[in-house]
C-alpha cells in the first residue's frame, strides 16, 4: 500500500519536469526577438572583374596567395587541355608565373598548337600565354 503514493509522486514529479522543461527564461526570449529583428547584412558580393594577383605593396602573405593563384591557374588550364578533343595534353607541359601561361612540350600540328594555346587563353585569369611549343618531326 505504501508503493501507491511512492508511484504516484514519482509520476507527478515527471509531469512537472517535463512541462517545466519546454518553458524559457525571459531573457532567452529577448534574444531570440534580437536576432529576429536585426538588420541581416548580405556577404560582400565577389568582384569577377577583380585582379587576380595582388599590387606589388601588398604584404608579404601576397607572394603566398599570388602563387595559391598561379597554381590554380596551371590546374585550370590542364584541365582545359584534357577536356579539348584532338589535344594531346600529357604531352604539354604547364606553368603560371603571375598569371602569365607558359606552354611547353610537344605537339604534333601546327592546329593542335594553335587549339592548345587558345584553350589556354581563354582559361579565365590568364593574362598571357607564351607557346614554347614544338612540332614533332
Known amino acids: 500500500m505504501h508503493a501507491k503514493p511512492v508511484l504516484l509522486a514519482s509520476m507527478v514529479c515527471a509531469a512537472l519536469l517535463a512541462a517545466g ?17 536585426a538588420p ?34 596551371t590546374a585550370k588550364v ?3 587541355l584534357v577536356a579539348e578533343p584532338g589535344i594531346k595534353s600529357t604531352a604539354i607541359d604547364v606553368t603560371t608565373k603571375d598569371a ?9 600540328s601546327s592546329t593542335e598548337r ?12 590568364v593574362k598571357n600565354v607564351v607557346d614554347n611549343l614544338a612540332l614533332k618531326s
Open 78 to 80: 590542364k584541365t582545359a
Open 100 to 108: 602569365v601561361v607558359t606552354l611547353t612540350g610537344t605537339v604534333e
Open 21 to 37: 522543461c519546454g518553458e524559457r527564461s525571459p531573457s532567452d526570449n529577448m534574444a531570440r526577438n534580437d536576432a529576429a529583428t
Open 40 to 73: 541581416r547584412v548580405p556577404p560582400p558580393a565577389a568582384n569577377p572583374a577583380a585582379p587576380m594577383t595582388p599590387p606589388a605593396d601588398a604584404a608579404p602573405g601576397a607572394k603566398v596567395a599570388e602563387a595559391i593563384t598561379d597554381t590554380a591557374l
Open 114 to 125: 594553335a587549339k592548345a594555346r587558345m584553350v589556354a587563353e581563354n582559361v579565365q585569369g
